[in-house]
Every structure is written in structure tokens, then in C-alpha cells.
């Protein structure tokens, strides 16, 4: 069974930095598009960052150049290294793994909570 | 970028109703077109991709429908499982955008 597990969530002051990690199981994250996706509390979904086999990445302006996706091939993990954190950031961070090379996630995660406030 | 829209914002059904939901991009994306069903609590989980090919193991009571910049979500018998939000996302060009939701509940 294909799983997708989110950790390194939490409360962090703004300014602050936090990395998320995605461990796959069942799935090889490298051959898959890996994508990020946030709520907000009690609001929709928004996407935040894509990774492709090739290794380009692309974002949402709302975080560009203050969060990077990346992926290691060898923990089969996927990554957001978020800096410079608002409290805009504040949400639900879900990872996702796509349909091989299509932009069509059919595998998520449960989740992980980054919050963040003084 | 492209804005998505959705028409309703929320709607009252009963078991057994046609539920219909609209989703506008504000420009042509062909059909780079997903529907997303999320529950309280969950992650979403795909129903539709390519705007109206129906994912593996979803009941075929969904269908979608559209291309270009009008698309519709069905589905054609509410079950009490149906109860959700649903969302609209194009991925036709980045940033990917997520319409603002549609909730169905139970009237």
C-alpha cells in the first residue's frame, strides 16, 4: 500500500525556518511529480511548490525564494525547506505524489501542521 | 495566473439529489482540469483528472465534464458519503490555482 507521511511540523516564531519532509513507502518519489499543497485553517486548498523527475522545481509566488522543494532519491523523501516564515504561512501542509509524470495527485499524505506565531 | 471560480459556494442536497457544480477559469486551459474531494479532517483525494477521466476506484456517479474555461462536476445520486467540499485545480500553467470550494451538505 503506497504511503505518504509528513513530519516536521510545529510552532515557530516568525522569521523563523522549519523544514517539512515526505517519506514515501510503496512509492518511488524520484519517478513521480511531488507536489506541495497548504490550508489554512478553515480555508481552501492552495498549491505552494512542485518537483519533476528532471528536477525543475516552480512555486507560488507567495513563496518563492523563501521555501525550496527538494527530494533524496536514496531516503526516497521529498522536502520544503521553508524560511523566512509569516504567519500567513500558518496551515496545513500536505504532500502529494502524482500520477508518474502528470501533474494528477492521486497519493497525499495525512498532513503536517506548521504554525507560526511569537 | 489564472483564477478559478466555482458556482456554488455551498449546497443544501439530499440523499439520492443531482448535485451540479461549476468551475471557471478565467483563461483557456483546455482540460488541465482536476476535481478534489476533501472531507473534515483529510487530505484530498482526486475524483476527476484531464476534466472528465474518472480516477481508479471512484464510484461512477462522479463525471466531469467541459474544456477550455467552463467545466462541471456531477454527481447524478447523492450518497450520504458524498458530504464534502469539493475543489477545482488547473494545471495547465503555474502557479497551479485551486477554485475557493464548493460545500455539500446535507439539507
Known amino acids: 500500500e503506497v504511503q505518504l507521511v509528513e513530519s516536521g511540523g510545529g510552532l515557530i516564531q516568525p522569521g523563523g525556518s522549519l523544514r517539512l519532509s515526505c517519506a514515501a513507502s510503496?512509492?518511488?518519489?524520484?519517478?513521480?511529480?511531488m507536489t506541495w499543497v497548504r490550508q489554512a485553517p478553515g480555508k481552501g486548498l492552495e498549491w505552494v511548490s512542485v518537483?519533476?523527475?528532471?528536477?525543475?522545481?516552480y512555486y507560488a509566488d507567495s513563496v518563492k525564494g523563501r521555501f525550496t522543494i527538494s527530494r533524496e532519491n536514496s531516503k526516497n523523501t521529498l522536502f520544503l525547506q521553508m524560511s523566512a516564515l509569516r504567519a500567513e504561512d500558518t496551515a496545513v501542509y500536505y504532500c502529494?505524489?502524482?500520477?508518474?509524470?502528470?501533474?494528477?495527485?492521486?497519493?497525499w499524505g495525512q498532513g503536517t501542521l506548521v504554525t507560526v506565531s511569537s | 495566473d489564472i483564477q478559478m471560480t466555482q458556482s456554488p459556494s455551498s449546497v443544501s442536497a439530499s440523499v439520492g439529489d443531482r448535485v451540479t457544480i461549476t468551475c471557471r477559469a478565467s483563461?483557456?486551459?483546455?482540460?488541465?482540469l482536476a476535481w478534489y474531494q476533501q472531507k473534515p479532517g483529510k487530505a484530498p483525494k482526486l475524483l476527476i483528472y484531464?476534466?472528465?477521466s474518472l480516477q481508479s476506484g471512484v464510484p461512477s456517479r462522479f463525471s466531469g465534464s467541459g474544456s477550455g474555461t467552463d467545466f462541471t462536476l456531477t454527481i447524478s445520486s447523492l450518497q450520504p458519503e458524498d458530504f464534502a467540499t469539493y475543489y477545482c485545480?488547473?494545471?495547465?500553467?503555474?502557479?497551479?490555482?485551486f477554485g475557493p470550494g464548493t460545500k455539500v451538505d446535507i439539507k
Open positions: 510503496e512509492f518511488t518519489v524520484s519517478s513521480n511529480y
Open positions: 484531464a476534466a472528465s
Open positions: 502529494a505524489g502524482g500520477k508518474r509524470t502528470t501533474n494528477w495527485y492521486d497519493y
Open positions: 518537483i519533476y523527475t528532471g528536477g525543475s522545481t
Open positions: 483563461r483557456g486551459i483546455s482540460s488541465w
Open positions: 485545480q488547473q494545471v495547465n500553467s503555474f502557479p497551479f490555482t
